[in-house]
Every structure is written in C-alpha cells, then in structure tokens.
C-alpha cells in the first residue's frame, strides 16, 4: 500500500515559517491527490490544503490561503507544505493523505495517511 512520511514540523514564532514534507512510496500511481490536514488539541480534524498532483491543481482552507502553498515534486514522489506568516492558530499535528481523483475536503475520502508531524506556533 502507499506509505507516507511527514516531516519538517517544530516550534516557530508567530510570523515565521516552517516547510513541511510528505514522503510518499509505495504504488502511488494509485492515487491522484495528495492533501494535508490538522488536528489541533481538542478540536476535530481540518482540511488545510491539498493538490492534484498529475495536473497541479491546488485547494486551500480559508484560513490558510495567502499564507500557505502546497507543491509536488513528481519525480521524487514528495510533497510540500510551505506555511509562511504562522500564527498561534495553526498550532496542531498535520497529517499528509492520499486519495483518488476528486479533489476533496472531507477527510473521509482519502485512503492513505502519515502519521503526522507537530507544529507549535508561540505567541
């Protein structure tokens, strides 16, 4: 099955930035997006952003867009979550998914999950 490895979380100041990575191996011709989620302490799990990486199609949250931007690197089955202007908000775990063709915000259409990576943004 499609495995995926986050990495690049840590504790930031408010209006810094971090870069996060998702790793994916695997048989990733499987999928067709790749999205990254959070879940901050108690609080449900949120859609962040995702992108259809065959065609580069892109979706942000409201409260990200602006300020986060999500890539692919196709050729070394990565992805990334470039996350500027961070505020307190957007601490949380942030989870890297893969799914199939339709470019979704529910959670529960994505198949494939790291294990996530923990941003702290102090105030």
């Known amino acids: 099955q499609v495995q995926l490895v986050e990495s690049g979380g840590g504790l930031v100041q408010a209006g810094g930035s971090l870069r996060l990575a998702c790793a994916a191996s695997?048989?990733?011709?499987?999928?067709?997006?790749v999205a990254w989620f959070r879940q901050a302490p108690g609080k449900e799990r949120e859609f962040v952003s995702l992108?259809?990486?065959?065609?580069?199609?892109?979706d942000y949250a409201d409260s990200v867009k602006g300020r986060f931007t999500i890539s692919s690197d196709n050729a070394k089955k990565m992805v990334y979550l470039q996350m500027n202007s961070l505020k307190p908000e957007d601490t949380a775990v942030y989870y890297c998914?893969?799914?199939?063709?339709?470019?979704?915000?529910?959670?529960?259409?994505?198949?494939?999950w790291g294990q996530g990576t923990r941003v702290t943004i102090s105030s």
């Open positions: 992108i259809k990486w065959r065609s580069s199609i892109t």
């Open positions: 695997g048989p990733t011709l499987l999928t067709s997006t």
């Open positions: 998914t893969a799914g199939g063709p339709i470019a979704s915000r529910s959670s529960d259409q994505y198949n494939y």
